[in-house]
């Protein structure tokens, strides 16, 4: 399992691992369950959520020599299957439009597809990032979805549907892949783990979880480069993960707030000419400062607020955040985000990094409570 690439490991190989996307799922599978499939999709929603894969799954069902009537998932086990498993089937085509607009790959595209596929029953073409065909490809392909032969299936792929032709779109039969929330990635982060026998502090899920912002893929290569740091064998640590993924140390943002929060400018100062010296990025650290500013807002209006950020941390950080936040009135904590926002779109432009956090800091602390 050296150099493992969870993402493509852990590429589902049957509808049922499919996370989300039920709709698409249920829709498909009953269209191939039925012998109803069409010949032309759109799969249109954000990278890393399940496109390509769903694509595939696809190719592979219609294409399985061993599925029976009835039944949608493939066996896996058949050599049609085996070769799409592998990236080597004939009759599968994957063209990325992004790469060379297609243009070439089109013109093959309408001189092969007039021939009957090689081995299976169908030819299956994937278009990926489909809304950068240019304009002669696009109409080429219009031209072969509004006749397309029996034995083919267009599968077409973008993360921008809005800058499809809408001939196109009408031509298909269009499904929006949407996010993925952050419980669904983390079971299925659990599982792959699980399946990796690595031992891990379920916090660190959560956070990835929350970096990978809806897309899958972007947490397991998350999860990737955590491995690969700590080795298999090694637990994965939160604190690590958090130097891994550059987010800042809480400690110093709960430390520096709480210099906020007694007044004590000289500390303050010191604090952050100590983070200057060490060469912490300071635009970065004001960053989280203001996130975690923006959690204790969220925490005086609804005590049991449950965000992703507080869902990351330990019981002890927590502990500091619940008393940080009753150290502060509302109209406290008002303030301090304006200063600091003020302070962060400052330095941009400042020729000393840290004046204008120093003079957030001065104003702050000189405020009366
Ligand atoms: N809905 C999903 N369920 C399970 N795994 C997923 C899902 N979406 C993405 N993944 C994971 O992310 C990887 C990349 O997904 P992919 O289908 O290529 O995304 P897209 O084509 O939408 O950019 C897959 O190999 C799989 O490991
Ligand atoms: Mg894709
Ligand atoms: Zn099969």
Request: proline share 3%; glycine share 4%.
């Amino acid at each position: 399992m050296s150099n493992l690439v969870l993402y493509r490991k852990y590429r589902p190989k049957l509808f049922g691992e499919v996370i989300g996307q039920e709709h698409v799922v249920k829709t498909i599978t009953n269209a191939i369950k039925d012998n109803a499939v069409s010949h032309g999709y759109l799969f249109a929603g954000p990278h890393g959520t399940g496109k390509t894969t769903l694509a595939r799954l696809l190719a592979k069902a219609v294409n399985c020599q061993q599925r029976k009537d009835g039944e949608f998932e493939p066996c896996n086990q058949c050599d049609s299957c085996l070769e799409i498993n592998q990236g080597n089937a004939i009759d599968l085509i994957e063209i990325d439009a992004a790469s060379n607009r297609g243009i070439d790959e089109i013109r093959e595209l309408k001189e092969g597809i007039r021939f009957r596929p090689v081995k299976s029953k169908y030819k299956v073409f994937i278009l990926d990032e489909a809304h950068q065909l240019s304009k002669d490809a696009a109409n080429a392909l219009l031209k072969t979805l509004e006749e397309p032969p029996a034995h083919a299936i267009f599968i077409l792929a973008t993360t921008e549907t809005h800058k499809m032709i809408p001939t196109i779109l009408s031509r298909c039969q269009c499904f929006g892949f949407r996010k993925l929330q952050m419980p669904e990635i983390i079971k299925r982060l659990e599982a792959i783990l699980k399946q990796e026998k690595i031992v891990f502090d379920p916090a660190v899920l959560t956070l990835i979880a929350a970096q990978a912002t809806g897309a899958m893929r972007d947490a397991e290569s998350l999860l990737d480069e955590i491995v690969s740091f700590t080795g298999q064998d090694g637990k994965i640590e939160l604190e690590e993960t958090r130097v891994l993924l550059g987010l800042s140390d809480n400690g110093s943002i709960f430390r520096f707030l709480d210099f906020l929060a007694r007044k004590q400018t000289k500390e303050a100062f010191e604090f952050i000419n100590e983070l200057a010296f060490k060469a912490v990025d300071l635009k970065e650290f004001i960053k989280s400062v203001i996130q975690f500013l923006r959690e204790i807002l969220f925490l005086k209006i609804d005590p049991n607020f449950q965000s992703p950020l507080v869902l990351s941390f330990t019981a002890e950080e927590k502990k500091q955040l619940q008393e940080l936040t009753a150290s502060f009135n509302g109209l406290q904590v008002k303030l301090m985000l304006e200063k600091l926002m003020d302070a962060e779109n400052k330095m941009k432009y400042a020729s000393i990094l840290q004046l204008p956090l120093e003079l957030a800091i001065v104003e702050l602390c000189a405020e009366k409570s």
